[in-house]
């Protein structure tokens, strides 16, 4: 059931427990998260990364949030459909116009008086929508740049965060707390106290991103800390990658590309369940 994101944040905040937001590009992905998520019985969040979309041609906004709502009108489950990493404000408006009911607006690498006032302009405008807006404080980098994840001046700053959200009227903040985006190459440690110090200083959910590779043990513990949103995309391409590979191979020059869906779905929806379960809702 499509469920407007701020609502879903709510839940996990008031479950004390992180829904997971899986970034997606085509029908085989956004089907695989829904129905796994309807198979746990867990809320999930389908997000569209709009470099992901436009650069190669995927997907549009309009193409994703069709599918999105249509697949999840087909269980009861909330989904909800969010707008990943934008600094585009038409390309933000696009999404709002086509369904979206959540935004980032990711100013983490501007000065901070910059991020806070074109935040707060994004949601001036998505709020009139009755849409939600994530903002990002501090900067999570790339993990293949190892000092991004480790690089304290980084990290969000708890004693900014109030005013941060305050001014920038967001509805969730991203959080840099020692963790990168893409392929580790070196195990990450997330800063839980400074995320604790975060949350006891706000009282909006807080995003965590570069979701790959971070151990179990540490998400249960940031999920406890604040964290009511986590964003996973890298492991999640990969393992469609290895899939696809794994099906050439596998039937070769006999193979029908009709028959891949039903290949990899499963796969898909075998992490996807893993995943979701880190999830105490
Ligand atoms: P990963 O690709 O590292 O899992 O991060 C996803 C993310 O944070 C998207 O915003």
Request: glycine share 6%; with cysteine; hydrophobic share 40%.
């Amino acid at each position: 059931m499509i469920t407007p994101v701020k609502e879903i944040l709510k839940m996990a905040s008031d479950a004390n427990t992180s829904v997971i937001a899986f970034n997606c590009v085509d029908y085989n992905q956004i089907y695989s998260v829904i129905h796994a998520a309807e198979k746990v019985n867990k809320p999930v969040l389908c997000m569209l990364y709009p470099e992901h979309a436009e650069l190669n041609n995927w997907c549009t906004p309009e193409s994703f949030a069709a599918a999105v709502q249509s697949v999840a009108a087909e269980v009861k489950t909330p989904v909800g459909l969010h707008l990943d990493h934008c600094q585009d404000f038409n390309y933000i408006i696009r999404a709002i116009r086509a369904g979206f009911s959540c935004v980032m607006y990711d100013g983490s690498m501007l000065p901070l008086e910059e991020n806070i006032a074109n935040t707060k302009r994004v949601a001036d405008v998505a709020h009139a929508f009755g849409v939600a807006v994530e903002a990002e404080l501090g900067h999570v980098g790339f993990a293949a740049t190892v000092t991004d994840q480790s690089n304290l001046d980084l990290y969000t700053q708890p004693d900014v965060a109030a005013d941060f959200i305050t001014r920038s009227t967001c509805d969730a903040l991203a959080v840099a707390i020692g963790s990168a985006h893409g392929v580790y190459k070196q195990t990450p440690h997330l800063d839980i106290n400074r995320l604790s110090e975060i949350n006891a200083a706000t009282d909006t959910p807080l995003v965590l991103h570069g979701g790959s590779g971070i151990p179990n043990d540490q998400l249960d513990q940031a999920f406890t800390h604040g964290i009511n949103k986590f964003n996973v995309g890298t492991e999640f391409f990969q393992l469609y990658y290895d899939t696809l590979k794994d099906f050439g191979q596998k039937y070769g020059s006999e193979g029908n590309i009709f028959d891949f869906p039903s290949y990899c779905q499963p796969i898909l929806m075998d992490y996807l369940v893993k995943k979701l379960e880190l999830s105490k809702f």
